[in-house]
């Protein structure tokens, strides 16, 4: 059974910076790939990124390229989101989930951490 806890949401002006953690335990090869997904206000759950926990290939949806850089940390069973030139449009409940290969479709992710808000204010 993985496990996943987010941290380090919160509320910035738009240009500002936050930087997610995801601390994950119970780690198996149910959880090679680890992914960032955010659900805005009447919007579907998205994809942001996702890593290879053990390549360390990584993955973006193209609203975010070039702004967002995960990374792994893999002593401390942790992946981050390094978010930049945070926008509006950026705001959310944003999860982190364990998949067993890497893909962003949500659906293909087996576990989930409970969430962390992210609010971008003009």
């Known amino acids: 059974q993985v496990q996943l806890m987010e941290s380090g949401g919160g509320s910035v002006q738009a240009g500002g910076s936050l930087r997610l953690s995801c601390a994950a335990s119970?780690?198996?090869?149910?959880?090679?790939?680890i992914g960032w997904f955010r659900q805005g206000p009447g919007k579907e759950r998205e994809g942001v990124a996702a890593?290879?926990?053990?390549?360390?290939?990584?993955y973006y949806a193209a609203s975010v390229k070039g702004r967002f850089t995960i990374s792994r940390d893999n002593a401390k069973n942790t992946v981050y989101l390094q978010m930049n030139s945070l926008k509006p449009e950026d705001t959310g409940m944003y999860y982190c989930?364990?998949?067993?290969?890497?893909?962003?479709?949500?659906?293909?992710?087996?576990?989930w951490g409970q969430g962390t808000q992210v609010t971008v204010s003009s």
């Open positions: 890593i290879s926990t053990s390549h360390g290939t990584t």
């Open positions: 119970g780690t198996t090869e149910s959880s090679n790939c």
């Open positions: 989930a364990a998949a067993p290969y890497a893909t962003m479709r949500p659906d293909e992710y087996n576990y």
